[in-house]
C-alpha cells in the first residue's frame, strides 16, 4: 500500500484524494492517511501531493516506519475523504517543515 508521511501534517492539501479510483484515504484534523487494506497500489496519488508526502510502503524512509502504522490505525477511525477541499491555512509555511509529528492531532 502507499502511505502518507510527516509532511502531509498542517498542509493537507487534498490533491491526493482526487484522483484515488477506490476513495481509500480518511481525514483528520490536520493529516490524511491511506487504508492499507483498501490501497490498490495504482501509484496515482503520489505526484499529485505538492508536499510530497505519499511514497509507497517499501519506501518509506527509516525515520518514518512509524506512519505505515499510524496509517492503518488512523483509517479505522477517521472518516472517509472523496472530494479535494482548501488546504490548512499556514499549509505554505508548514510545508518542508521537519518533524511536524509531534502537531499530528488525532
Ligand atoms: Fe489510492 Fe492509488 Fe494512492 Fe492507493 S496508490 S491511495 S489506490 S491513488
Ligand atoms: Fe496530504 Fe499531500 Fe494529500 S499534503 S492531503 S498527502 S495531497
Known sequence: AFVVLDNCIKCKYTDCVEVCPVDCFYEGPNFLVIHP?????????EPECPAEAILS????PAD?????ALN?????????ITEQKDPM???KEWDGVPNK????EK
Open 101 to 104: 509529528r509531534q502537531y499530528l
Open 89 to 91: 491555512p499556514d499549509a
Open 64 to 68: 518514518q516506519q512509524e506512519f505505515i
Open 37 to 45: 487494506d483498501e490501497c490498490i497500489d495504482c501509484a496515482l496519488c
Open 72 to 80: 492503518a490505525e488512523l483509517a479505522e477511525i477517521w472518516p472517509n
Open 57 to 60: 510502503e517499501d519506501e518509506v
